[in-house]
């Protein structure tokens, strides 16, 4: 290959990456570790990053899927995206130590669907089915108190016993537009379906998907940095494509393949808020042994949210 490298322009979204739940429940993790010593249990990926979970686990977080695979006396950390009430219960049941990494939107989200259901009003709650932040939620309420909505079409044949009792929630992970246009089906449908308070898509969902529609229409290409379970990452490779920009979804820089950016002179790059920063600089670093980078941040809207630690992990 000859030494002349073809010019690029790279335009970096901002926000991007870790949010400060994702944030938070990393904290947790690792001030387990230190405070109680190696392993802390982690009930599910902490969250949905393989190289965030990969640098837990050297430090120390063994991973499990259920808290039968915990010991007796380890101590236990519940997931950013949620569990069911039955969980902190069976741990409190075995008296495990646990700590609660649930993002606090998401708790945000767990105590209106209590209130909503205990006002005797049954929740239409718009998610996608399987995800652990929906899991989560369903399990904050008697079976039945909820219904599912994860299309359009679910929102025109949805066929509640009293539509005139109704609420909706939504998992906080969603593509902004998809949701309105759910919303805007049941809302017809609906007219007295009661609204929760501000918006519940998280601020770092809505921020994230903000900068990749700011930068997309001038690129040809955007990559985003997350995992395939990552749903805040998929929703920004849709909002790209919607926007009419090609995007590729990649896990670390190795897995750019060097065809999708023939004959292309710009390149979106933006991470899900569970992709650390290092994997930014990293993708930029692969790209540059190739290409004569131009680089350029564009930053939409400036994230200043920190949440509290649990208490009692403040002091380790």
Known sequence: MSGIRPPLNLLIAAPRGFCAGVDRAIRIVELAIEKYGAPVYVRHEIVHNKFVVDTLKAKGAIFVDELDEVPDDAPVVF???G???AVPAKAAERGL???DATCPLVSKVHRQAERLVNQGRHI???GHAGHPEVIGTFGQVPEGAMTLIETV???ETVNPADPSNLAFLTQTTLSVDDTAAVLDALKRRFPEILAPGPDDICYATSN???AVKAIAPMVDLVLVIGAPNSS???RLVEVSK???TPAKLVQRAADLDFAWLENIKSVGITAGASAPELLVRELVDRIGERFEITEREVETVEETVVFKLPRGLEAA
Do not use: M, T
Request: glycine share 8%; net charge positive; hydrophobic share 35%.
């Open 208 to 210: 994230r998907q903000g």
């Open 79 to 81: 997931s950013a995206h």
């Open 124 to 126: 239409l709650f718009i």
């Open 83 to 85: 569990v069911p009430k």
């Open 242 to 244: 919607r926007s009419g």
């Open 97 to 99: 130590s646990y700590l």
């Open 232 to 234: 805040n990452s998929l």
């Open 153 to 155: 079409e679910d929102a």
